[in-house]
């Protein structure tokens, strides 16, 4: 369907709440007449922009804040050079790289955002020329690459918040321009090729509707018919993503998604609320509220992400996150944030790229936080679909971190690591995760990525497959897809918290029982044992933890690991016939494989009999010495 550009006197506010309640309402609920509530709204008088996130009556209570808080001023500053910088940087063109025009988006949303935000606290007309020059670039490509309808949802966000920020202070022909583009190549497009997107329960789903719904709510006085379509559709779908975040809030996707997927959930929720006064219950979703605590736990003490899946070590600043503080009233959940954020304003990054483009919400958001106790709680678990634990002996920068993924390599940009773990002690990753290959370097080399059956291309990429993670390899063989690994145990007490897995399924026709555990000690001592036993047949197991560090081997048993001025003791505690050995990584086998230099594999093999049933147990120590070995008992007594 087509819609016609109608203008009119009023803005529908009254008609499009009537239709997000219509849509958020219950099943049962009697249907309210949506169309008579529509016609009634049709005199409302129109809603002044700026309407999105915050109104100019804001901008005061932001610029207190900025100045109540030393952190919150240098960041403000940083935000400011770099908008400066931004000011002799050329408008974007359209550089299409593979299938993605992904990259020019996001450049055009930071250049925008921060332009945008910089010129409403300062008033300063150089940001607001420079803004509206890169929205007439990005307005007057031929299209935003339906084809992958995030570079649209993304474009038309960064349009979407210059035209209701900058809104009074655009010419009027740039105001038309840039507006029609938001319709014809934003919002009109997603009815045009919408995909799986409109009713998904991942990423895409929550950026796609989000974006969108900026779009329309920047526009909804031009195009109400549309702009209410769009507006109804996402309200009527936003809960599939947020429904599947786990019972404690755990993201399926791993961390860098939940930063990605959730803060354009926030951005929804938030500009559903500042432009007409009601979020429809979304921000009471429990387990989408929860998420915050999950994605706080999903940082080791470096900060760098505990990243399972299709993620990076390295973690960005997160503007959602002082939404969710704020609404939650937990300044602890900014106990990382701010040690990234000191980070960033003592070394900000470049001004070009798309790289923080939602950095300025963290002002619109941030409260001024002088002094943030460390969270209370150490040990985290979610058994929802993608199911973490995580144990830490303190939230210190030299504190040591354990985290053990489970699940199933068939979630969402899942990988053949259910199994792995990452840890951290005395201020360094001693067991890494190798995260994901770029997916053009990969993509233009015709290998199928995105298909995650056990034949597939996907699993044959080196760093995608458990021959390079922290978990077992069984006859050389592939982990089963279609298998899934629950959390059996945890604790977050007693002698040693812990978390244990049942991979059995994971490993079906290769091991006939398998499971995992990992346990922190009082000591700091990280203890992973694994209990197996073969199926009728012979099995070979290979146990291995990738690093960065330099090993030694000092026997069979023990090596030792050395890493930035810090040393960590491995410790092989039960297991007949095992003896460290050091595993190749930095070369993969196939010339598509990205290299990874600096890793290598320290791990063991054993072959196991018919029906043998054997039990593993490694103890990592920081500090290099096993002073406190404990006792080896069955996982099902931990």
């Known amino acids: ?79 400011q050079e770099q908008s400066d910088a931004m000011l002799d940087l050329e408008p974007v063109e359209r550089d299409q790289v593979g299938r993605r025009l992904l990259g ?18 300062t008033g300063e007309q150089a940001y607001l020329r420079r803004a509206e020059e890169e929205m007439l670039a990005a307005a007057a490509f031929t299209d935003w690459n339906p084809s992958h309808f995030l570079d649209v949802a993304e474009m038309t966000a960064a349009l979407a918040i210059g035209y209701d920020w900058l809104h009074d202070g655009l010419s009027a022909g740039s105001r038309e321009t840039i507006r029609e583009a938001i319709v014809d190549k934003g919002l009109q497009t997603s009815f045009d090729q919408a995909g799986g997107w409109v009713r ?42 947020m ?23 926030v951005l929804f929720i938030e500009a559903l609320d500042s432009a007409l006064g009601e979020d429809f219950g979304l921000s009471r979703h429990e387990r989408f509220m929860d998420s915050a605590r999950y994605y706080l736990h999903m940082h080791g003490s470096t900060t760098g992400y505990f990243n399972y899946s299709d993620n990076s070590e390295s973690s960005a600043v997160s503007a959602a996150m002082y939404w969710f503080a704020r609404r939650l009233e937990e300044p602890e959940l900014l106990w990382m944030e701010r040690r990234k954020l000191a980070r960033l304003v003592e070394d900000p990054p470049s001004a070009s790229g798309g790289g923080n483009r ?33 144990h830490r002996t303190g939230w210190e920068e030299d504190a040591v971190y354990v985290g053990l993924k489970a699940g199933t390599p068939r979630a969402a940009h899942g990988q053949l690591d259910i199994g792995a773990f990452v840890m951290e002690a005395d201020g360094v990753r001693w067991a890494i995760d190798l995260g994901r290959q770029g997916y053009h370097s990969l993509e233009e080399q ?68 398998t499971k995992r555990g990992v346990g922190l000690m009082g000591g700091g001592g990280v203890v992973v044992q694994d209990e197996m036993q073969a199926p009728d047949e012979p099995a070979t197991v290979r146990w291995g933890m990738l690093t960065r560090a330099d090993v030694e081997l000092i026997d069979d048993a023990h090596a030792i690991l050395r890493q930035d001025g810090e040393e960590l003791g491995m410790h092989i505690l039960e297991g007949e016939g095992p003896a460290f050995e050091i595993y190749e990584t930095e070369t993969p086998p196939r010339d598509y494989d990205a290299p990874n230099p600096g890793t290598q594999m320290i791990g063991f093999t054993v072959d196991l009999e018919p029906g043998e049933e054997q039990r593993f147990t490694v103890l990592l120590n920081p500090g290099g010495t096993a002073e406190e070995q404990p006792a080896v008992t069955p996982l099902d007594e931990w």
């Not at 996001?106 to 935000?117: C, E, G, I, P, W």
């Not at 779009?215 to 309200?235: K, N, S, Y």
């Not at 300025?360 to 679909?385: M, N």
């Open 1 to 79: 369907m087509r819609y016609p550009s109608v203008l009119h006197s009023g803005w529908p506010f009254l008609a499009v709440c009537a239709l997000l309640m219509a849509a958020a309402a219950p099943a049962e609920a009697e249907e309210p007449d949506v169309a008579e509530r529509a016609r009634l709204a049709l005199d409302a008088p129109l809603s002044p922009h700026p309407r999105l996130f915050f109104s100019d009556e804001d901008i005061d209570a932001i610029r207190q804040q900025i100045e109540s808080d030393p952190l919150l001023a240098s960041t403000w500053a940083v935000l």
């Open 104 to 121: 020019v988006s996001r450049t055009v949303l930071k250049r925008v955002s921060y332009l945008a935000f910089t010129y409403r606290l």
């Open 200 to 241: 998904g329960s991942n990423n895409w789903t929550q950026v796609c509707h989000g974006g969108l719904t900026m779009g329309a709510l920047a526009v909804i006085d031009h195009e109400p018919a549309l702009a209410e379509d769009v507006i109804v559709r996402a309200v009527e779908n936003i809960h599939r993503p």
């Open 243 to 265: 429904d599947v975040y786990g019972p404690n809030g755990g993201y399926p996707e791993g961390p860098g998604y939940w930063l990605y997927g959730t803060s354009y959930n």
């Open 358 to 390: 939602l950095f300025p919400f963290l002002l619109v958001w941030a409260r001024a936080f002088h002094d943030i106790d460390p969270p209370e709680q150490l040990h985290y678990a979610d058994d929802g679909e993608t199911p973490v634990g995580a």
């Open 446 to 513: 015709g290998i199928d990525l995105w298909n995650r059956a056990q034949d597939s291309e996907r699993w044959t990429v080196f760093r995608l497959n458990n021959h390079s993670k922290n978990t077992l390899v069984v006859n050389d063989e592939l982990q089963r897809v279609d298998g899934f690994a629950p959390i059996t145990a945890f604790a977050d007490d007693g002698a040693m918290p812990h978390t244990v897995i049942d991979m059995s399924e994971v490993y079906a026709g290769q091991l006939a029982i």
